[in-house]
């Protein structure tokens, strides 16, 4: 079965540190990734997704950056932190090909930054 | 904007209760699914229904979608305790989903 794995669970960092959360998928091949954000309260924000090894589209213009180094692994990462990166982030696949299909979420990691 | 939006932000009921959640949205969509998220969690897929297709059941759940009115509901009925969560509604725009802001729904025992 397929399971989708994010580390850390939760992180504090000061404004202006480098950043790297990992999302691993197992269980499938040549899935489409996405990293979301979401605010205290509010909906998602997708801010990359990518169909394929190092194919990154970015969605909004921001501090953060992605890179699929591998087919099932996704990495956001940013090399100053500002205190509006503070979030929930969660990494997300799906399989390729089809309309819309369902995603599926990982655990996502909380990110402070103070 | 073209995500879904949701309705009511928030909805308190007791168990035993049926939850009504609607969504709306503004594009022509292929199919519009539900997520539920547990606070603090990631989200789960709950249900996805095409754009030709009016009501689908899942369990406790019931889903409809009007296209002329470009909007869903959502409901949950006999409403437990652990029914408490977000739920979002997500449409498809170029293959990504795009997601609503979310009903928070607290279910009291």
């Known amino acids: 079965s397929q399971t989708i794995h994010q580390w850390p669970a939760t992180l504090v960092q000061p404004v202006g540190s480098p950043l790297s959360l990992e999302c691993t998928v197992e269980?499938?091949?040549?899935?489409?990734l996405y990293w979301y954000r979401q605010a205290a309260g509010r909906g998602l924000q997708l801010l990359f997704y990518?169909?394929?090894?190092?194919?990154i589209s970015s969605e909004v213009p921001q501090n953060l950056s992605a890179s699929r180094p591998q087919d099932r692994q996704f990495i956001l990462s940013s090399k100053k932190l500002l205190l509006s990166d503070s979030g929930f982030y969660l990494c997300?696949?799906?399989?390729?090909?089809?309309?819309?299909?369902?995603?599926?979420f990982g655990p996502g990691t909380r990110l402070l930054v103070l | 904007s073209q995500q879904g939006e949701e309705d009511p932000q928030a909805l308190s009921i007791q168990e035993g209760e049926n939850a009504t959640m609607n969504c709306s949205y503004k594009?022509?969509?292929?199919?519009l699914q539900w997520y539920r998220q547990n606070s603090g969690r990631g989200l789960v897929h709950l249900i996805l229904?095409?754009?030709?297709?009016r009501e689908k059941h899942s369990g406790r759940l019931r889903v409809t979608l009007d296209t002329s009115k470009k909007s869903s509901s959502l409901l949950i009925t006999a409403s437990r305790a652990a029914d408490t969560a977000s739920y979002f509604c997500?449409?498809?725009?170029?293959?990504?989903?795009?997601f609503g802001q979310g009903t928070e729904l607290s279910v009291k025992p």
């Open positions: 269980g499938t091949s040549n899935p489409n």
């Open positions: 594009t022509s969509i292929n199919n």
């Open positions: 997300a696949w799906r399989n390729r090909g089809g309309l819309g299909e369902t995603q599926y």
């Open positions: 990518s169909v394929g090894i190092g194919q």
């Open positions: 997500a449409i498809n725009q170029g293959g990504k989903l795009i």
């Open positions: 229904i095409r754009s030709n297709e």
